[in-house]
């Protein structure tokens, strides 16, 4: 560069110029999940999360489908086939609005859709995907039990064959969906070893009982899978995989969304602490004017970038087919750990108001405490990234 050529001028929304790297399809992807939220979460998310319900679910997923935002990073089948970091970029503006609504979507995409798409027979793809890729039929995914979270090789739900069917049994806990589910993908210990098993939630012996008395993800459907005898044809099962490799890459898929969404929650903390700041005056001035207001913020800009980055940075490698395990791992363990800091940091400068619904932060902050814990602990993924480091298996 010349020392003549003009720069472009400083962006405090996007401080590293991280736009730069996005095309105009991705924009547009962007931008439309962007208006979606704002029409149709942001103006009633703090009324649903006080009351504690997702109304409209199965309307709201059907609207999801018609963008394109439902196994959006599938191909065929109905499926948009965009990109990691399109469908990471749907995460981040659907998170921006609130965890549970995508939740929805990474467990229909990322969980019960993939499973289906990479492990399914050809008639459980045709039957199913279409349907799921439009929100006319919602999926949910069956792997966490009440007393086994991080332990999945340890599960209870048992099938067995009986004849030409299966006969399935368990209970399954937290699961994302569950009662507005028209299918549930759940894994089960066989004879054989682990297997997945399409399960249509009309069939009798099935049930689920929404989880009540949240104090996160409160805009959201929570509940427990009852499978009491529940008989399935042998078309039900997975045909494509056996073992915990079947659920585990499912839920990589999915935790590489939260790697993008944990920072959509971070940046509406970051701004509404910036707006606040820059309106609220005490001493007769406004706090944004305040040198230990201007740290807070210059370091909540700095983690919730390098967040964003890291998740682009781990989305090309997705697309490119290199993306490995332990770094999904390091995606999660890193965004969602200072995604929670920089709501809090964010509920600071809004003082005793940021802890009002009229904000958004302390939503945010209470929906991320579960987001720290699904889909792998912060405990999980240490060691997960222990051993890669060492060569040396902690979790024995």
């Known amino acids: 560069m010349s020392a003549s050529a003009k720069l472009p001028p400083f962006d405090p929304t996007d401080p590293l110029g991280i736009d730069d790297l996005l095309d105009a399809e991705d924009l547009a ?34 609207e999801l489908g018609s963008i394109g935002a439902l196994g959006m990073s599938l191909t065929g089948y109905g499926c948009a086939g965009a990109t990691a970091v399109q469908y990471g970029l749907a995460c981040l503006e659907l998170e921006a609005a609130d965890s549970g609504i995508r939740s929805l979507v990474s467990v229909q995409g990322s969980l019960a859709m993939y499973a289906i798409h990479r492990f399914g027979s050809e008639e459980q793809k045709l039957e ?9 039929v919602i999926g949910c995914f069956g792997l966490t039990e009440p007393d086994h979270g991080s ?26 969906n569950g009662s507005v589910a028209g299918v549930a993908v759940v894994w089960a210990q066989t004879e054989d070893g682990i297997r997945g ?49 079947g659920p585990l890459s499912c839920l990589s898929h999915a935790r590489y969304g ?37 740290a807070k913020l210059a370091d909540m800009a700095v983690e919730l970038h390098k967040g964003i980055l890291l998740a682009h940075h781990l989305g ?6 290199r993306l490995r395990p332990e770094q999904v791992s390091f995606g999660k363990l890193n965004n969602v ?14 003082g005793a108001n940021g802890i009002s619904l009229e904000y958004p932060v ?33 979790f024995r």
């Not at 199913?128 to 006319?136: F, H, I, Q, V």
């Open 128 to 136: 199913w995907l279409p349907r799921m890729a439009a929100g006319e």
């Open 29 to 62: 992807i962007r931008d439309t999940v962007r208006g979606w939220a704002a029409d149709r979460v942001l103006p009633y998310v703090a009324d649903w999360y006080e009351k504690g319900e997702l109304p409209g679910i199965r309307e709201l997923a059907r």
């Open 258 to 294: 939260i790697v993008w969404g944990a920072m959509g929650a971070a940046r509406s903390s970051f701004e509404a602490a910036v707006e606040y700041a820059k309106t609220r005056e005490q001493f007769g001035r406004p706090i944004g004017g305040f040198q230990l207001t201007q």
């Open 197 to 245: 098993f399409v399960v249509p939630t009309d069939t009798p012996g099935f049930s689920a009982p929404e989880i009540k008395h949240k104090w996160s993800l409160r805009a959201s459907v929570t509940s427990e899978l009852v499978m009491d005898d529940v008989r399935l044809p042998a078309t039900a099962v997975l045909p494509e995989v056996t073992g915990l490799r």
């Open 316 to 321: 090309r490698r997705m697309d490119a087919g």
């Open 362 to 394: 302390m939503r945010h902050a209470t929906n991320l405490e579960s987001v720290l814990t699904y889909e792998g602990t912060v405990e999980m993924h240490q060691l997960v990234l222990g051993k890669a480091l060492t060569g040396l298996d902690a």
């Open 151 to 176: 332990d999945p090789a340890s599960m209870r739900t048992h099938a067995k064959r009986d004849g030409g069917d299966w006969v399935l049994n368990g209970r399954k806990m937290w699961i994302t």
């Open 337 to 350: 750990r200072e995604a929670i800091e920089i709501c809090r940091t964010a509920r600071t400068i809004l």
